[in-house]
């Protein structure tokens, strides 16, 4: 019962890792958009949108490593 759990979770954390540097590049092409780049050009920083997608990429990829990593 054990090992299947640790196993399980080690599969949860390679997807969570896959998912966080997704969730990052679509972040990327979402910054290089029209719209972002002129809301960046007047504000001076990332659109809201774009910065979700780059926190919840960065915690879901640290999350996944550490449930891979873990025992």
């Not at 679509?26 to 002129?38: A, D, E, H, K, N």
């Not at 640290?62 to 990593?69: A, E, S």
């Amino acid at each position: 019962m054990a090992k299947s759990s640790t196993f399980l979770m080690k599969i949860i954390g390679i997807a969570l890792a896959v998912l966080g540097i997704g969730l990052g590049i679509w972040g990327y092409q979402l910054s290089t958009s029209v719209g972002s780049q002129l809301t960046q050009a007047v504000t001076g920083s990332d659109t809201d949108k774009v910065m979700t997608f780059y926190i919840g990429g960065a915690v879901s990829f640290f999350v996944g490593i550490f449930l891979f990593k873990k025992n």
